[in-house]
């Protein structure tokens, strides 16, 4: 099947590249569960990844092209074409609990929790420190433990996701990733937001300086 099919014209069939990011944002699920933020954070991690290095591919999925199948084929493919030792960096700006639900605060611009209840419950033990992965060949940040719901937020004047903007703000060239995670930790939970952003990793990959070498961003 042609991939211009599957990921539309602005996703032509991938080539192998030095960086790349596939990000994935929707806001609309036409069924009284819109989100407002996740759009615009998918156009800032592009923005943000191309002013970083202009040779950043990008691959970025909006509201109904973000499916189950476009995550796992864009994701698949990108994964495939990477050289042994590459990083491998996924992004997590969405909840963890089957449980959550969205809460509406009595202020002209709620914050909902980005999650889509499909139903059933998640049950898994709450993580609160760094995990030691060393099973794992890649590296994933979070945007809250597992029984916590990530922010839809309203920040300097617009929605986003409260974890991808203070991502995007502490992240400074010369970082090591578990440094920049720290510094994400700086600012959650604060700033009015109780989420506590997680990181797993192996060692070697956390030290890493982020986008050294060739790297792959994927990021929901």
Known sequence: MCFKKIFGNNNPA?????????????????????????????KSLASFCTAWNPAFDIRMFLDYQVTAQNYL??????????????????????????????????????VKNRFYDPGKPFVQKLRSRVAKADKINWIAISA????????????DGGY????????????????????????????????????APTIDGPYELVNRKVFEGQTLVIHN
């Open 73 to 110: 084929k864009a994701g698949a493919e990108a994964i495939s074409l990477l050289d042994p030792g590459a990083t491998v960096l996924v992004l997590l700006d969405s909840c963890f609990s089957g449980t959550a639900t969205r809460l509406m605060k009595g202020n002209p611009h709620p």
């Open 144 to 155: 809250c433990m597992e029984n916590q719901t990530a922010a839809d937020a309203y920040i």
């Open 160 to 195: 986003c996701g409260a974890f991808t903007y203070y991502a995007l703000k502490s992240l400074r060239k010369g970082m090591t990733y578990i440094e920049w995670y720290q510094t994400i930790r700086g600012f959650l939970p604060g700033n009015g937001y109780d989420q």
């Open 14 to 42: 991938m080539q192998k590249v030095e960086l790349r990011t596939v990000t994935l944002g929707r806001n609309k699920y036409g069924s009284g569960n819109d989100l407002a933020g996740c759009v615009k954070d998918s």
